[in-house]
């Protein structure tokens, strides 16, 4: 089959489809690198339209350009076909797998053991998730049907593309030609008050990270709603939808609850579903947006740590300050050196012209120790972000130092791999004294050691605490 396109190219495509869905037929070109999709069922009054949205998407409404970092987040449409029909083309996604072929516990328990993934792998692919519907968001782009059948992952490296973009809300141009998957549409628009919006994809969004992190649904509990199965589906996801994990009413609250979002996730996670599904359930505004998921997923990363029992599910846990460091999941504690480092970051603020150092916020940032874990440069330098700046420049994900372990020595140390100006403390209270770590050169790291992680006003200090691990 040859395809003509509004640029006048042609290309050759395969006569039959691959697939085929509500909105219509997929084909993978002769030469393995695109997909297109031959649009069906497509109302005549909205052809124009149609056309328009696809051309300001590919144009306008542009968010990957030719930057190959965000064009690994989405299969972005370059070309609109004219011939034989109404279409777009993608980019063909290899090398990684639909989303809900790993969604549920039950399939996942059914892959071979080496392709299962690791949670590790699943909280990176939410970085991506996060980061990737930040960007659409700050366009005012809806997706309308972000669920795990529009999402290519691989859960042991994180890599994760989202599909169907062709479809997007543009504003002003074209309503959404679907509301979405059920079990993940807002509230509003199950119960019939709503049609899709930025901020109805904020639901999604949360939703799609709850059940990916912990296995299950956020509103699908006990709780019966009414006798009929379809009004119990629609009253439960829709006008009385209520989170499982509800603070107060615990009505909807499985009674075999293995494990709770707080018992996984760090604080900021956990509040953060709690703000998803108690506060912004059923009011859109108070919804958590993309950047601020992407900044606690990637904050979770940094309190990671390898589950040393090989057959449990998740295989990482969070070592949480204050908590034993036992996996939640399989009850297992973690079998590295009798002691791990916390490297607990402040930063640095002018108090009476004096530059001092303190905790920032209402969560409290550190990294825990494993062998070859990274700093990156945000850790280090309050001015550099863990997200994209402005341009859509995404962040240096150089390490600029690295904690390890001489097994030999039992010692934990840091080696500077890229800041100039780090510096050990020697000695304590007002009596320390700072001495340079050259880059290329390491520093042991002991119960109470301090670190200036550079000499300019917007350079974090670090303390070190080493715990036990039984």
Not at 418 to 437: F, Y
Not at 439 to 449: F, I, M, N, Q, W
Request: proline share 8%; net charge positive.
């Amino acid at each position: 089959m040859e395809v003509v396109f509004s640029d006048g190219t042609r290309q050759q495509y395969e006569d039959m489809p691959f697939a085929r869905g509500g909105q219509g037929a997929l084909h993978y070109s002769k030469d393995n690198q695109h997909v297109l999709k031959l649009f069906t069922n497509l109302a005549p009054n909205r052809v124009a339209a149609r056309v328009q949205q696809v051309d300001k998407i590919i144009g306008d409404y542009n968010v990957v350009g030719n930057d190959p970092y965000w064009n690994d987040l989405y299969s972005w449409p370059d070309k609109r076909a004219t011939t034989p029909s109404l279409g777009v083309r993608m980019r063909r996604v290899d090398g990684l797998t639909r989303m809900d072929s790993y969604f549920y516990r039950v399939s996942s328990a059914r892959l071979p053991a080496d392709k299962r993934g690791w949670w590790l792998g699943r909280v990176a692919s939410g970085v991506k998730l996060a980061r990737a519907m930040w960007r659409l968001q700050q366009r005012g782009l809806c997706h309308s049907d972000l669920s795990e059948k529009n999402l290519m992952v691989d859960p042991f490296s994180g890599r994760l593309t989202i599909l169907d973009c062709d479809s997007l809300v543009v504003p002003g141009v074209l309503a959404a030609d679907v509301d979405g998957t059920p079990d993940y549409m807002a509230p509003e628009i199950v119960a019939g008050k709503a049609t899709p919006t930025t901020q109805t994809d904020l639901h999604a969004l949360a939703v799609l990270l709850y059940r990916w992190l912990l296995y299950r649904h956020p509103l699908k509990g006990p709780k019966q709603h009414a006798a009929q199965a379809d009004l119990d589906d629609l009253l439960m996801l829709g006008e009385r939808a209520l989170y499982i994990e509800h603070p107060v009413d615990h009505s909807n609250r499985p009674q075999k609850l293995q494990f709770t979002a707080d018992d996984v996730l760090t604080p900021r996670m956990a509040d953060l579903f709690r703000q998803a599904f108690v506060d912004g359930l059923h009011t859109p505004a108070k919804r958590p947006l993309p950047n601020r998921w992407e900044e606690a997923l990637i904050e979770l990363l940094d309190h990671l740590v390898p589950c040393p029992n090989g057959k449990c599910e998740f295989k990482f846990f969070v070592a949480r300050d204050g908590r034993p460091l036992q996996c939640p999941i399989c009850k297992s504690y973690a079998d590295f050196p009798d002691r791990l480092p916390f490297v607990k970051l402040q930063s640095p603020r002018q108090l009476h012209g004096k530059l001092t150092f303190a905790n920032e916020g209402q969560y409290p940032r550190y990294v825990v120790g494993w062998p070859e874990r990274p700093l990156y440069g945000w850790h280090a330098d309050t001015t550099l972000k863990s997200s994209p700046d402005g341009s859509g420049k995404p962040p240096d994900t150089r390490p600029v130092a690295l904690l390890r372990f001489d097994a030999a020595q039992r010692e934990w140390y840091v080696e500077n791999l890229a800041l100039p100006q780090l510096q050990l403390g020697i000695g304590s209270g007002t009596q320390v004294q700072w001495q340079p770590v050259a880059v290329g050169s390491r520093a042991p790291l002991k119960h109470g050691t301090e670190l200036l992680l550079g000499a300019s006003d917007h350079a974090r200090k670090a303390f070190v605490e080493l715990r036990r691990v039984r």
